[in-house]
T-cell receptor
C-alpha cells in the first residue's frame, strides 16, 4: 500500500547547527507534500509545503527539497534552536482527500 | 481567521463505556474534516474523513464511528470502548490540496 515514511526515528543536533530530516514516499501519484511540527501534547503544526512541480521551497529558517526521481523529500532547518525540539512529520497528498503521514522523527537540540 | 476546537482535552473512560468527541471549525465553509488517531510515539492513522454534511468515509474497520451533523461539526463516537481505543485523537480540517489544520487533540485513556 502507499506509505510515507521517515528514515531516522531520532535526530540529535547541536544548537546552532543545521538539521536535515528525511522522508521517503511510495505513491507516485502524490503531488503535494507537507511538513508538520508536533510538540508534546499538542496537535501537528504546519511548517511548510511543496507541490510536485517544484523541487525546492524556502521559508523562514526552513527549506524543503523534493526529489521526485527517488521519491524523497527533506526538511532542512537552519541554525537549529532549542525551540525546534519536537517531532516532525511529513505528509503526502494524492488528490483523493487523504493525507498520508510518515511515522515521525524526533529532533533533539543539544545545548 | 479559521480556528478549530476539539474537546475534551483529556478523557479517562472505563472499558465498555460510550465515547463522544467533538470538533468544530470556525471561519471557513464546507471544509473537509478528518479524525486521526496517534498511538504513543507513533505516526498519525487516518480514521475517518468527510467532504460534506452527512458524508463519512471510514479508513479503518473498528468499533468507532463518525458523524457530521453540521457543516463545521465532526463527532467521533463509540458505543463500547476497548482498551485498544486508548490514544491521542486529532481532528483536522482542510481544503483539497492545501495543508490540514489540526486541533490540539484529545488524550483518551481507556481503563
Amino acid at each position: 500500500g502507499e506509505s510515507v515514511g521517515l528514515h531516522l526515528p531520532t535526530l540529535s543536533v547541536q544548537e546552532g547547527d543545521n538539521s536535515i530530516i528525511n522522508c521517503a514516499y511510495s505513491n507516485s501519484a502524490s503531488d503535494y507534500f507537507i511538513w508538520y511540527k508536533q510538540e508534546s501534547g499538542k496537535g501537528p503544526q504546519f511548517i511548510i509545503d511543496i507541490r510536485s512541480n517544484m523541487d525546492k521551497r524556502q521559508g523562514q529558517r526552513v527549506t524543503v527539497l523534493l526529489n521526485k526521481t527517488v521519491k524523497h523529500l527533506s526538511l532542512q532547518i537552519a541554525a537549529t534552536q532549542p525551540g525546534d525540539s519536537a517531532v516532525y512529520f511529513c505528509a503526502g497528498y494524492s488528490g483523493t482527500y487523504k493525507y498520508i503521514f510518515g511515522t515521525g522523527t524526533r529532533l533533539k537540540v543539544l545545548a | 481567521s479559521q480556528t478549530i476546537h476539539q474537546w475534551p482535552a483529556t478523557l479517562v473512560q472505563p472499558v465498555g463505556s460510550p465515547l463522544s468527541l467533538e470538533c468544530t471549525v470556525e471561519g471557513t465553509s464546507n471544509p473537509n474534516l478528518y479524525w486521526y488517531r496517534q498511538a504513543a510515539g507513533r505516526g498519525l492513522q487516518l480514521l475517518f474523513y468527510s467532504v460534506g454534511i452527512g458524508q463519512i468515509s471510514s479508513e479503518v474497520p473498528q468499533n468507532l464511528s463518525a458523524s457530521r451533523p453540521q457543516d463545521r461539526q465532526f463527532i467521533l463516537s463509540s458505543k463500547k470502548l476497548l482498551l485498544s481505543d486508548s490514544g491521542f485523537y486529532l481532528c483536522a480540517w482542510g481544503q483539497s490540496g492545501s495543508p490540514l489544520h489540526f486541533g490540539n487533540g484529545t488524550r483518551l485513556t481507556v481503563t
